[in-house]
């Protein structure tokens, strides 16, 4: 069992920056591959970004490539994802997750966070 407690988000404005962060409970977290979604207000869950068990491996949503950083500190159970250069359209709910396999299916991840709200204004 994995339990992650997402943090970090906020309001910001158009080309702001934001730093989520997710604290996992347990001795094996550097056994599971991470990554964040995220759901907007009517829309389906959608994937972010993932980072593979060792943080060696990355992969992102074409819609935030070159906006947002995903990485790991395995001493300190932590995920992180980094934001830059946030638009309106990036406002949604951002879930923390953990599975097995580096994959942007939603059906891959196991665990799953309770969300921190990101709202960017225009």
């Known amino acids: 069992q994995v339990q992650l407690v997402e943090s970090g988000g906020g309001l910001v404005q158009t080309g702001g920056s934001l730093r989520l962060s997710c604290a996992a409970s347990?001795?094996?977290?550097?056994?599971?591959?991470m990554a964040w979604f995220r759901q907007a207000p009517g829309k389906e869950r959608e994937f972010v970004a993932a980072?593979?068990?060792?943080?060696?491996?990355?992969t992102y949503a074409d819609s935030v490539k070159g906006r947002f950083t995903i990485s790991r500190d395995n001493a300190k159970n932590t995920v992180y994802l980094q934001m830059i250069s946030l638009k309106p359209e990036d406002t949604a709910v951002y879930y923390c997750?953990?599975?097995?396999?580096?994959?942007?299916?939603?059906?891959?991840?196991?665990?799953w966070g309770q969300g921190t709200q990101v709202t960017v204004s225009s």
């Open positions: 997750t953990a599975g097995l396999v580096l994959s942007t299916r939603l059906k891959s991840y196991d665990y």
């Open positions: 347990g001795r094996t977290f550097s056994s599971y591959v």
């Open positions: 980072i593979s068990q060792s943080g060696a491996m990355t």
